[in-house]
T-cell receptor
Framework: QQPVQSPQAVILREGEDAVINCSSS?????VHWYRQKHGEAPVFLMI?????EQKGHEKISASFNEKKQQSSLYLTASQLSYSGTYFC???????????????FGQGTILTVHP | DSGVTQTPKHLITATGQRVTLRCSPR?????VYWYQQSLDQGLQFLIQ???????AKGNILERFSAQQFPDLHSELNLSSLELGDSALYFC?????????????FGSGTRLTVV
């Protein structure tokens, strides 16, 4: 089942902050975050694992609340380069082979203006 | 360059035709995933391969098939094409078919069926 992202779109000025949420009606084992610029491939940002381990980006942080089955991506002091569509992706199971496939949310469009 | 190579970049073909999309994973990655991205459906998982073997299937139509070859490149075959098959098709690769590893996406093949 597809995770649900909110908001659908955000418009910011440079230097402002934003939070993008990803929630699931099923148990979350880990959450991946990707950013896609228009006409380009999605680019990996980070993975959040159970137990709080986080792998990925230096300037973008995220949280993972297993009990609430949700994750939030925090974009602070946004830059023009942050513009794009952000997707969260969730696997069907915890770590282990054969469960690498991700189901992605519908995306959140972030636009940063000068 | 992400290291994942997809060819061709663009493809225009007529309804009823058959096409083959090709993907070479990033060096060292054994797992390949195919996704379809359309405006109203977001990123939809099609199929996953690991070291030549099919590992997971998503909402892949019977008219579509894929395989991964001994050199690890993968091909997605789409036949009896319909207008609704027009979309961006992405290939992604990861080191392991494990949700604790991030994906590297290729630049995609834009398929237009006329």
């Amino acid at each position: 089942q597809q995770p649900v992202q909110s908001p659908q779109a955000v418009i910011l000025r440079e230097g402002e902050d934003a939070v993008i949420n990803c929630s699931s009606s099923k148990a979350l084992y880990s959450v991946h975050w990707y950013r896609q610029k228009h006409g380009e491939a999605p680019v990996f940002l980070m993975i959040l694992l159970k137990g709080g381990e986080q792998k990925g980006h230096e300037k973008i942080s995220a949280s993972f609340n297993e009990k609430k089955q949700q994750s939030s991506l925090y974009l602070t002091a946004s830059q023009l380069s942050y513009s794009g569509t952000y997707f969260c992706g969730t696997p069907p199971r915890a770590g282990g082979t054969s469960y690498g496939k991700l189901t992605f949310g519908q995306g959140t469009i972030l636009t940063v203006h000068p | 360059d992400s290291g994942v190579t997809q060819t061709p970049k663009h493809l225009i073909t007529a309804t009823g035709q058959r096409v083959t999309l090709r993907c070479s994973p990033r060096s060292g990655d054994l797992s390949v995933y195919w996704y379809q991205q359309s405006l109203d459906q977001g990123l939809q998982f099609l199929i996953q391969y690991y070291n030549g073997e099919e590992r997971a299937k998503g909402n892949i139509l019977e008219r579509f098939s894929a395989q991964q070859f001994p050199d690890l490149h993968s091909e997605l075959n789409l036949s009896s094409l319909e207008l609704g098959d027009s979309a961006l098709y992405f290939c992604a690769s990861s080191v392991e078919p494990d949700p604790n590893y991030g994906y590297t996406f290729g630049s995609g093949t834009r398929l237009t069926v006329v």
